[in-house]
């Protein structure tokens, strides 16, 4: 490919113009903060070892190596990251060559010839639906050539075409096929430059450690912390300066990488494998989760890649999706279809655009596709033995009692399909209760017949509506945090309008004035479906029970409530474990948990004795539930945490949120279930 095939859009030299300055202004303060640092350790060193020269003796040593060790705190701080390497895990990859795939690794010249840049040093498979090209950085790899490596992830190529791979390879490639491109290297080595001598700390607080065992030592290690965390803060404010900068470029490189794979494999394959990729990464987490759950039968899948392509299907046909060559095929529209925020906050931290904004930065081009439409996997001569492997890696970790057995296809199929009709409500309701609870009836004396349908009832812009509500719920609440300052955005866009903070809070009572017209209309729309089913009902020669269950989930949703705000409340108040804080503060802290405790232990013990939640509750989580509630429990002793009954706190959290929303979902769906039963009875 030529380089001057793809030009650069005035917005992407725009913004490599503000990351060069953010990196210029990084190099200045950095040089000023060394230089001083330089000065200071000569400083303390010269006066530390005048001092044992005029006056020798105990005292003045002691005070000569206290100053010397001020400086030299300080400069080691500012230097540490030149002996940093961050190297990336490749526990979980798979390396392959070429004698191994040949007709991948042709792909990849192929790709290699066409984007003008320079072949993999390695290539591995990972377990995941991604693809990436990385190399293990440190300093020096802002000056010194590095070759880098391509991950294929197992879960890509199980998921798209062969054109789809290869226009997804040819974007991660096109990121280094030109000179140019590589502002956004030394972006990136210097925001994780600030971020390592911000955050990654280790060396020094072992440093810190071993000199507080020094006595009067320690005070200068003390003054020296102090001096640091000064210049920390100076490092703070470049750090947003210098991200903001690579995170704006980083949205180009994207953009101008997506170009480069559009004019080798058009803008089709492209389009259609971001847009599968979510549905392709869900069907493999929930596979994943699946076999998760259900440790204690130890067995897993032989290839859970298989079970990923069945699972994507079985999503896609639930959808109604098109197929398109045995693949989902997933249109913009379809992704917007359960989305129906309005408003759009412009993310400057963010490192990629979203994939909406990438298509129709793709479409722009209208590029002529080159169609290789055979699966992916099928240019692998060893699929079936890489996906065995990368099996085996991802269930490496997990806690079998012993030796799992490996199970097929054929046995997971039936069992998946009888465990996602367990925790889903019937596909009749076409997703109206997914996120959204029966509103409970105003009127249950119903005295005139019903004239409504059930497919009227769920018909589609019925359906909408929920969507149309959840949205508005959840917009509402980013507005008000922008409001209040909780958010750090000053302006936003809602339905096409661009408005400020200032304006929020006319915006705020606009859109509480549409949620409340729009819950009234659910409200007497739930009104209608308690009255149509209420009416089966009556024409049904049995036991009437449709009250019973709204009143038995009425209850609990009232109650649910309750319970959990205990969870919301503790949850914030277990955070500090998660980092490095004085001994004091740990004091403090924990005196706030032990008062949520109580709350929570309370509301254990009550649920444990409630029949309603008895298929909830395992025999396990009965068990540390009362380990849990039976003391009280010490989480630090001599100085350090106690990680045993740390995790009975964890597990006891854990356990009491998920017992909540499986009781929950477990009553939601008793009701749903029931009226299901009605409309079928009615039909025979």
Not at 106 to 114: A, L
Not at 138 to 157: A, D, Q, T, Y
Not at 458 to 482: A, P, T
Not at 550 to 572: C, G, M, N, S, W
Request: proline share 3%; with cysteine.
């Amino acid at each position: 490919m030529s380089e001057n095939k793809i030009e650069y859009s005035s917005s992407f030299k725009k913004n490599a113009t503000t990351a060069v300055f953010a990196i210029i202004l990084f190099i200045l303060s950095y040089l000023v903060l060394l230089s001083a640092a330089i000065v200071l350790t000569i400083a303390c060193i010269y006066l530390g070892y005048s001092m044992i020269v005029i006056a020798p003796g105990f005292f003045s040593i002691v005070l000569g190596i206290g100053c010397g060790v001020l400086g030299l705190l300080i400069l080691f701080f500012l230097i540490k990251f030149i002996f940093k390497q961050k190297k990336i895990d490749r526990s979980h990859f798979i390396h392959i060559r070429r004698s191994d795939e040949p007709k991948l690794f042709e792909m990849i010249d192929e790709i290699v010839h066409e984007v003008d840049t320079k072949a993999p040093k390695k290539v591995y498979l990972s377990p995941d639906v991604n693809a990436a090209v990385f190399y293990d950085s440190s300093f020096w790899s802002m000056f010194l050539p590095v070759r880098k490596n391509l991950i294929i992830g197992m879960g890509l190529v199980n998921t798209v075409s062969v054109d789809e791979l290869k226009a997804i390879l040819c974007h991660e490639f096109g990121h280094f096929s030109q000179q140019s491109m590589k502002i956004g290297t030394y972006v990136y080595n210097v925001n994780h430059i600030i971020f390592d001598l911000l955050n990654d700390n280790e060396s020094l607080n072992k440093v810190i450690g071993f000199l507080g065992n020094f006595g009067f030592i320690s005070l200068f290690a003390f003054l020296g912390v102090k001096i640091i965390e000064g210049i920390q803060w100076i490092l703070k404010q470049m750090y947003g300066i210098v991200n903001r900068a690579y995170m704006a470029l980083s949205r180009e490189m994207e953009f101008h990488a997506d170009e480069i794979a559009a004019s080798i494999t058009g803008s089709a394959p492209l389009s259609s494998s971001l847009l599968r990729l979510s549905l392709a990464e869900m069907a493999l987490n929930n596979t994943y989760a699946f076999h998760e759950a259900r440790l204690d039968t130890n067995e897993r899948p032989e290839n859970i890649y298989e079970e990923q392509s069945y699972v994507m299907t079985y999503f896609g046909k639930q959808n109604n999706l098109e197929f398109r060559h045995g693949l989902p095929f997933v249109t913009l529209e379809e992704t917007k279809k359960f989305n129906k925020s309005k408003l759009i906050i412009k993310d400057q931290w963010a490192s990629h655009p979203s994939y909406e904004e990438r298509i129709a930065h793709i479409a722009q081009f209208n590029q002529p596709q080159n169609t290789q439409p055979s699966p992916a996997a099928s240019i692998l001569q060893q699929a079936a033995k890489w996906q065995k492997q990368l099996t085996r890696r991802i269930f490496k970790h997990l806690p079998y009692k012993q030796e799992p057995t490996l199970k097929k296809l054929d046995d997971f199929i039936p069992i998946f399909h009888t465990d996602y009709q367990e925790n889903t409500f019937h596909t009749l309701y076409k997703g109206y209760y997914d996120v959204h609870n029966p509103i409970f009836p105003l009127n249950k004396d119903i005295s005139s017949d019903s004239t409504d349908t059930f497919e009227a009832l769920f018909q589609e812009k019925e359906v909408e509506k929920i969507y149309v509500l959840s949205g508005l719920i959840d917009d509402l609440e980013i507005i008000k945090s922008i409001s209040k300052k909780e958010l750090d955005v000053k302006y936003f866009d809602y339905n096409g309008t661009k408005y400020n903070r200032k304006q929020c809070t006319s915006l705020i009572n606009t859109l509480e004035k549409e949620l409340s017209i729009l819950r009234e209309d659910r409200a007497k729309h739930d009104q209608k479906i308690y009255t149509f089913f209420k009416q089966l009902e009556s024409t049904k020669q049995a036991d009437p029970k449709i009250d019973r269950f709204y009143d038995t989930f009425l209850d609990f949703d009232t109650r649910y409530k309750a319970y959990h705000q205990v969870y919301i409340e503790i949850i914030p108040a277990m955070d500090f474990f998660q980092f490095q804080l004085s001994w004091e503060q740990i004091l403090d802290y924990l005196e706030k948990l032990k008062k949520e405790e109580k709350k929570l232990k309370s509301s254990i013990q009550e649920i444990v004795k409630d029949d309603l939640f008895n298929e909830s509750l395992t025999p396990e989580m009965k068990e540390n539930f009362e380990l849990y509630t039976s003391y009280s429990w010490d989480y630090i002793r001599n100085s350090r945490y106690e990680e045993k009954n740390l995790n009975i706190l964890f597990k006891a959290v854990n356990d009491y949120s998920l017992v909540l929303n499986k009781t929950y979902f477990s009553l939601k769906k008793q009701l749903l279930s029931y009226q299901v039963e009605l409309l079928e009875h009615s039909t025979k």
